[in-house]
């Protein structure tokens, strides 16, 4: 992480302006927590000055035996300071409690913009980012950037503690107060000090600890490999040298707190016995009290642990401005798919154009890299496609540019004649459905992951998702769980086959009843005849619909009314499947090498 | 650090972390068994505890400084004061010295102590980790279960962080604190009795309900933990699902699942904020109010003449010692019963019997050179499942290639798990030359018998590295031999940086069928004497199969070969098809005597002919 760099001179700067930014987004809460805290330090202060006063009017003259103290006047110091503590112990409450709440509503806050511009930018930015940095932004750096509301309250309640506290030492003696007062901010500049040394530290180990994990993760998740090739004694020697490592970085840290704790502990100590051995001589010469020395005293012990607070906020702020700099990286990100005005009908298949469709993909290096060059296609309403290529010839950017996942970088895309760019929000999904290549399964029940919403909004009801269901073959596996449509999948719930994800994925589009499908590879996963009851299925009821379906296997294909065979983006052949089978040599060669191996094999016998 | 800065949820699996099943955890020892056990697992943890624990003890001698150095103080003064006489500037001459000498020699004490306790403990959970992690590569769970491999990541990850963590704040602190009370009321006590007494029984509650508000707390923590997880959840399905939820136009209602998660963890993670500041500011209020019971006490004890000014001063900065302990004693107890849990979890971790652990020096070694594979009444159930293989008798002879086919779910992977020792066979035994594959060492079954699984997982390193991985002791030219030899040199060529190319993490950065490549190569480069492949070119397109089967062919003739195929073409060249059928193995024989048996291998082999014939 880039926070263990040195703090670059325009941390406090930018790190004020967060926090700014934070208060100005939940104003009441921290106001009241600044409220609270000021009570807890002017307390705070008010219980050293408190203990002077009631040595010096009270306790002294009671013990010596001079002056005339009452048990009334005993109990009522006892009283006063007592008082104190309850308001004070309140003003702790009410600053712990309302910190949190105000950095819990800004974490929110921010967790819910961050994921608004999730939905809103377009694929193309998220296939630019890393799924692990992605969320990262939305949990741990929105976390970091917050943290610090933890302890600021706190430390603008210390600053209205020293403020008061140097009244308080002040009136008791000058000289006296010119110790205390230099020792507490010792303190605070100490901490800054520790915080800035220790990060670096922290970070190295948080990052070792990450790098342990990392190692454990791809070591048992490549078990098989590790033990069919025998290799358990070289991995575990990769994964101690990390954990050793960690373990040092582990002791570094030890080692620098052990520097700092005794130092921070030694300052208030130190600058108590200067205030004592400073305050015999003054005592002695009449120009100080003993209650002075007790005031001082007091206030140097019940501070030296608060005063850190101060330390703790500007340790905090490199992380806090770096937490902020990638949230808002998200924040600032521009670029959203623009929508048109445009209906598309409702009844009907669709039909497709494509016009010199390119694609580009922008690489790590910032560099193109063509994925569909001059794509140009034609698909009759009503009719079955087939998308044929090998591996990485463009077949999946295709499907997505026709339902409008992403856009094309040349070209147009037009169902009905209209330029998908031209349909008003949420328009292409309504006309257009397609299941991709690896199902996505939420963490819903079944018909929440059918139905998407729909149910709610009344469109389809249990009738309806069960009859997709039936299309897709899913009925009999759905009917089979436990709490049927109610059943919770996904993440957390009960786990499906590879199989019967892809058939809730392709019910998913079927509820829709769509007027145009497009399958990228969608029946993969799934036994031959279940796909081929499927596809029957599609075909003899889908005279509304328009399907583009893209296929390795034979069977599959042989159902499509025509076949689009894509080589390294372009389409290079267009026709029947027993035409191209005929015509193109490189189209003969990928859907039939499995018969000619089998029939080369069978030659040979 | 203090617990205001410490987030309030900690990110390590608590108590309510996943459960693994497989992994023993029937018996649940009590925290002095944990600890005494944890401490035997890690001696290195107590290496030279005595000196550490002693110095300590020194160290919170510092603490009393500040209220010894005013108690002489105000003593001299008020002493001289009485007489009538200027105190000695001799004595406070001396008495600063010591002061000022005693500040050093405990703050070099702490120092040690730090570095003392944090060399020891560290090093000790470091070979508790890499112990944990070597242990987990024995048990047959991490092979049979995918989904509880998190869970034992975070056994020798999260589970012993819980417990580093609690040694460098909570446990240091619960050292120093018990020291620190110690000295705290002997020094105490010394001065009055009454007090001592006074100020023990304010604070003894405190202590008695430090236990049940560390269980109000962390059931709290526990929530919170809960949120996070479904907060991440919601939040990662817009991240991941992104796709799936532009198609659908899904944005809105994806929006609100997560602006609900999001809201849950705020309002739970208030909720545990609010306790804390509850149970932490008790310990405030309480010592406050000792304060004020000592001035009141202490002063009407020392009307009588018991007590000084400068002993009831003293007092009160003492009482002040107690105001720690008790702030944070809620979060200390809560941090040591994470680390007991997480303690808890890596021993059962190591407690579970390392089901397919090497024989080690008790093992065989077999000598290289044609080899002999026999199942003998073998049955295979997942632990608590239903039998997936039974009755399994089977004979391959030397230099045979046998291809496994049937149905998905019949049983072919389990086959070919068994055959390499990813698990032991539930009943029966399989032997390799006569010699049960339980008594054969690793280091000679893993030489001779290599499996290509079907995932071709990756490391993340380079093309050539992962090839290697076969063979540490290959060249570079031997991979690139391997390469021509199964014809994907043009492949690799054909990639960025060719041998050098890095694959990604878990090789992401290829494709699916590449990735099946790799694997096929680094097992070929092995070079075993019995190569057992599950369904390892699945993922590659048709053209792409068929050239590697037939390189495979080639390279596989004349020695002996297990295929898991679902291609009938492999049984078709195979010398043996084994077809198995819902666990059993319903046939054996050649190609040409099973075709037209009319069995199962028939049905399937008419049915798949078929699909091949479409036109």
Redesign the interface.
């Known amino acids: 992480m880039p926070d263990a760099a040195p703090p670059a001179p325009g941390t406090l700067r930018q790190g004020v302006r967060v926090m700014a930014r934070g208060v100005r987004d939940e104003p009441r809460v921290f106001t009241l927590a600044v409220l609270g805290s000021a009570v807890y330090g002017a307390g705070t202060a008010a219980?050293g000055w408190a203990?002077g006063r009631?040595?010096g009017a009270?306790?002294?003259p009671?013990?010596?035996?001079t002056g005339d103290?009452t048990?009334g006047d005993?109990?009522l110091?006892?009283?006063l300071?007592?008082g104190?503590?309850?308001v004070?112990?309140?003003g702790?409450?009410a600053?712990?409690?309302l910190a949190?709440?105000t950095m819990?509503?800004l974490?929110?806050r921010y967790?819910?913009r961050v994921?608004?511009a999730?939905?809103?930018l377009p694929?193309a930015w998220?296939h630019r980012h890393p799924?692990g940095q992605?969320?990262s932004n939305?949990?741990a750096d929105v976390?970091a950037t917050w943290?610090v509301f933890?302890?600021l309250p706190?430390s603008i309640g210390v600053v209205v503690m020293l403020l008061f506290a140097a009244a308080a030492m002040l009136a008791a003696d000058p000289v006296l107060a010119a110790i205390g007062l230099t020792v507490l901010p010792t303190i605070a500049v100490v901490t800054v000090l520790y915080q800035r040394r220790m990060s670096p530290l922290v970070t190295r180990a948080q990052q070792l600890?990450a790098e342990?994990?990392?190692v454990?993760?791809?070591?048992?998740?490549?078990?098989?490999?590790?033990?069919?090739?025998?290799?358990?004694g070289?991995?575990?020697r990769r994964?101690?040298a990390r954990?050793?490592r960690?373990?040092d970085a582990?002791?570094a840290?030890?080692?620098m707190?052990?520097?700092f704790?005794?130092?921070l502990?030694?300052l208030?100590?130190?600058g108590?016995?200067a205030v004592?051995?400073v305050?015999?001589?003054r005592?002695?010469a009449g120009q100080a009290q003993?209650a002075d020395?007790?005031t001082i005293?007091?206030l140097l012990?019940?501070m030296a642990?608060p005063i850190?607070?101060i330390g703790?906020v500007l340790g905090?702020l490199p992380r806090t401005v770096v937490g902020w700099d990638r949230v808002s990286h998200v924040l600032d990100s521009t670029g959203q798919l623009e929508h048109g005005e445009a209906r598309l009908a409702d009844e009907g298949a669709a039909a497709l154009d494509l016009h010199g469709v390119g694609y580009a993909h922008v690489t790590e290096d910032g560099e193109d890299a063509t994925v569909l060059a001059d794509v140009t296609l034609d698909v009759r309403a009503g009719s079955t496609v087939a998308v044929v290529g090998?591996?990485?010839s463009g077949k999946s950017t295709l499907a997505?540019l026709l339902?409008r996942?992403v856009d094309p970088r040349d070209g147009t895309v037009l169902v009905d004649g209209v330029d998908l760019r031209d349909v008003r929000?949420?328009g292409?999904?309504?006309a257009a459905?397609?299941v991709?290549q690896g199902a996505?399964v939420?963490?819903d029940t079944i018909r929440g992951n059918v139905a998407?919403?729909l149910d709610?909004d009344g469109v389809v009801d249990d009738d309806a998702v069960w009859q997709a269901l039936r299309l897709a073959q899913a009925d009999g596996f759905v009917a089979a769980l436990p709490a049927g449509l109610d059943t919770r999948v996904g993440?957390?719930g009960a786990?499906l086959s590879g199989g019967q994800r892809q058939r809730l994925?392709i019910a998913?589009a079927l509820v829709?009843r769509p007027r145009l499908l497009v399958l990228d590879d969608a029946t993969s996963a799934v036994?031959?005849r279940v796909e081929a009851a499927i596809l029957a299925g599609l075909r003899g009821g889908s005279s509304g619909t328009t399907v583009v379906v893209v296929a390795?296997?034979?069977?599959t294909i042989?159902l499509a009314d025509e076949v689009v065979f894509l080589d390294r983006g372009r389409v290079v052949a267009r026709g029947t499947?027993?035409d191209l089978?005929v015509d193109d040599p490189a189209y003969a060669?990928?859907?039939q090498?499995?018969?000619?191996?089998?029939d080369e094999?069978?030659a040979r016998r | 650090?203090?617990a205001?800065?410490r987030?309030?949820a900690e990110p390590a699996g608590g108590p309510t972390g996943s459960a693994a099943p497989g992994i023993g955890q029937a018996e649940q020892p009590g925290m002095w068994a944990t600890l005494r056990r944890g401490l035997q697992l890690s001696p290195e943890m107590l290496v030279g505890i005595r000196v550490t624990l002693a110095l300590a003890v020194v160290?919170a001698l510092?603490?009393v400084?500040?209220p010894l150095?005013?108690q002489q103080?105000?003593d001299?003064?008020?002493t001289?004061r009485?007489a009538g006489a200027?105190?000695s500037?001799v004595r406070?001459g001396w008495l600063?010295v010591a002061?000022?000498g005693a500040?050093?020699v405990?703050?070099?004490c702490?120092?040690?102590?730090?570095?003392r306790?944090?060399?020891a403990t560290?090093?000790g959970?470091?070979s508790l980790?890499?112990r944990a992690?070597?242990h987990?590569?024995?048990l047959a769970v991490?092979?049979q279960n995918t989904?509880r491999?998190g869970s034992?990541?975070s056994r020798?990850?999260?589970d012993v962080?819980t417990i580093?963590q609690f040694v460098?704040f909570g446990g240091l602190l619960l050292v120093v604190s018990t020291a620190q009370l110690m000295v705290a009321t002997v020094v105490m006590a010394t001065i009055s009795w009454q007090l001592t007494v006074l100020a023990w029984i304010c604070f003894l509650p405190l202590f008695a309900a430090a236990r049940p508000m560390q269980r109000v707390v962390s059931a709290a923590y526990g929530r919170v933990r809960e949120r996070v997880g479904d907060?991440?959840?919601?939040?990662?399905?817009?991240?991941?699902?992104?796709?799936?939820?532009?198609?659908?136009?899904?944005?809105?209602?994806?929006?609100r699942r997560?602006?609900a998660a999001?809201?849950d963890?705020?309002r739970d993670?208030?909720r545990a904020?609010?306790t804390?500041?509850?149970t932490?500011?008790s310990g405030?209020?309480v010592s406050?109010?000792v304060?004020?019971?000592v001035?009141?006490v202490?002063?009407?004890l020392?009307?009588g003449g018991g007590?000084?000014?400068g002993d009831?001063?003293a007092f009160?900065?003492l009482v002040?010692l107690f105001t720690?302990p008790v702030q944070v004693g809620t979060e200390v107890l809560n941090e040591l019963q994470n680390a007991i849990a997480g303690w808890r979890r890596v021993m059962a971790v190591l407690d579970t019997p390392a089901d397919?652990a090497d024989p080690g020096e008790r093992g065989q070694v077999l000598p290289r050179g044609e080899i002999t594979v026999a199942f003998e009444g073998v049955a295979y159930a997942y632990p608590g499942g239903p039998p997936v293989l039974r009755d399994v008798d089977l004979e391959i002879p030397p230099r045979t290639r046998v291809a496994v086919v049937g149905e998905?779910g019949s049983g072919k992977t389990t086959l070919a798990k068994l055959l390499?020792?990813?698990m032991d066979p539930t009943t029966g035994r399989v032997r390799l030359d006569g010699v049960d594959l339980r008594e054969v060492r690793?280091?000679s079954?893993?030489?001779r018998v290599?499996?290509?699984?079907q995932?071709g997982?990756?490391?993340?390193t380079t093309l050539a590295e992962n090839i290697r991985?076969?063979r540490?002791a290959a060249t570079d030219d031997d991979v690139e031999l391997a390469l021509v030899e199964l014809g994907l040199a043009d492949w690799a060529g054909g990639l960025p940086h060719r041998l050098r190319t890095p694959v990604g993490?878990?090789g992401e950065s290829l494709?699916a069928?590449e990735r099946q490549l790799v694997?096929l190569a680094?097992?070929y480069l092995?070079d075993p004497d019995l190569l057992v492949l599950d369904e390892a070119t699945s993922a590659?397109?048709?053209?792409t199969?068929?050239r590697l089967?037939?390189a495979l062919d080639g390279v596989t003739a004349g020695r002996t070969s297990v295929a898991v195929a679902h291609?009938l073409?492999t049984a078709?060249?195979a010398d043996l098809v084994v077809v198995v059928d819902a666990g059993r193995i319903v046939e054996q024989g050649t190609h040409a005597s099973l075709v037209g048996a009319g069995g199962v291998y028939s049905r399937l082999h008419a049915?798949w002919?078929a699909?091949?014939?479409?036109?």
């Open positions: 219980t203990l009631v040595t009270v306790v002294q009671a013990l010596a035996g103290v048990t005993i109990l110091a006892g009283a300071l007592a104190i503590t309850v004070t112990a309140a702790v409450v600053r712990r409690a949190g709440i819990y509503a974490q929110a967790r819910r994921t608004r999730y939905l809103r694929l998220h799924t992605l969320l939305a949990n976390e943290q933890a302890p706190f600890r342990v994990s990392d454990a993760h791809e070591s048992f998740d490549g078990a098989q490999v590790v033990k069919a090739l025998g290799r358990e070289e991995e575990t994964f101690a954990a050793d960690l373990r582990n002791v840290v030890g080692r707190r052990g520097v704790d005794p130092l502990e030694a208030p100590t130190l108590t016995l004592l051995g305050g015999v001589p005592v002695v003993i020395l007790v005293t007091f012990t019940l642990f850190r607070a703790w905090e090998a591996t990485g997505g339902v996942l929000p949420g292409v999904a309504t459905s397609l991709p996505f939420f963490d998407l919403g709610e993440e957390r786990t994925a998913r829709r036994d031959t390795y296997r034979k069977a042989s499947h027993a089978t060669r990928l859907v090498a499995y018969q000619r191996d089998a094999r069978a | 650090m203090s205001a800065t987030p309030a160290t510092g603490r400084i500040v150095a005013v103080t105000v001299l003064l008020e001289s009485a200027d105190p500037t406070v600063g002061a000022v500040v050093l405990t703050g070099l702490a120092y040690v102590v730090n570095v306790l944090f060399r560290e090093s959970l470091a980790r890499t992690f070597r987990v590569h024995d991490l092979t989904e491999r034992l990541v020798v990850t999260s962080d580093s460098q907060m991440l959840a919601a939040v990662s399905e817009s991240v991941v699902g992104a796709d799936t939820i532009r198609a659908y136009a899904a944005e809105e209602r994806t929006q997560v602006d999001v809201e963890h705020r993670a208030v904020q609010v804390v500041a509850l932490f500011s405030f209020l406050g109010l304060v004020a019971a001035v009141v202490g002063t009407l020392g009307v007590i000084g000014l009831l001063l009160l900065l002040q720690q397919v998905t390499t020792r990813m690793f280091a079954l893993r030489e290599v499996m290509v699984p995932e997982f990756l490391f993340d991985y076969g540490p993490q878990r494709s069928g694997a680094r097992a092995a590659v397109d048709p053209a199969e068929v089967q037939r291609r073409s078709e060249a049915a002919a699909q091949q014939r479409t036109p």
